[in-house]
């Protein structure tokens, strides 16, 4: 597996669910050399959630570092990024989530985010889901939520270095891609 990490300082990987990207992102941390952090911002609100957070905890090996932070993620990579290391924050979805639910101004969150990436002091891989590619919800906040979700996945596909969309657990690299010449 070649590593868009390897040369780039932060990546998104971009996916639908069960789409094999928390797997790809963890791959790539492993195979970094770096010592693997984990920024955790899912909540077990319930016993599905809770299973789901246990099967990934269960997929990583014991060398990861577990930082749980929901909300305040920008501060959590001010502190957690250095050259050592390689943070993985799984998932910018569930962060932008609890911060819905909270009441929380989701625009300047993401601006926040974004324009740290780039001063960051050590790599990061951002794992978030692709949402707005089904039908359009029925209710209001479901809509709001899937075009912030569609804005935060730009700003940071925007910020970051390197951009993979998985699919079936098939990398296709996004960014950075080759100019494709043009003939008419």
Aim: contains cysteine; proline residues 5%; hydrophobic residues 45%.
């Amino acid at each position: 597996m070649q590593d868009p990490a390897a040369r780039q300082r932060s990546l998104l990987v971009l996916g639908g669910a069960r789409s094999g990207k928390s797997r790809y992102a963890q791959r790539l941390a492993e195979a970094s050399g770096r010592l693997p952090v984990l920024i955790a911002t899912a909540q077990a609100h319930d016993e599905e959630m809770a299973q789901r957070i246990a099967r990934h905890a269960a997929d990583r090996s014991p060398k990861w570092a577990l930082v749980e932070e929901p909300a305040a993620l920008a501060a959590a990579l001010r502190r957690e990024a250095r050259e050592d290391r390689i943070v993985v924050v799984d998932c910018a979805t569930l962060w932008l989530s609890n911060l819905l639910l909270q009441g929380d101004d989701l625009s300047a969150a993401t601006e926040e985010l974004a324009q740290n990436i780039g001063e960051l002091a050590g790599p990061v891989i951002f794992v978030s889901n692709e949402v707005g590619l089904g039908i359009v919800p029925e209710n209001a906040i479901a809509r709001a939520f899937r075009d912030a979700q569609g804005w935060l996945n730009q700003a940071l596909a925007e910020s970051c270095d390197a951009v993979v969309l998985v699919s079936a657990g098939l990398p296709l690299r996004l960014k950075p891609a080759n100019e494709p010449k043009l003939e008419f």
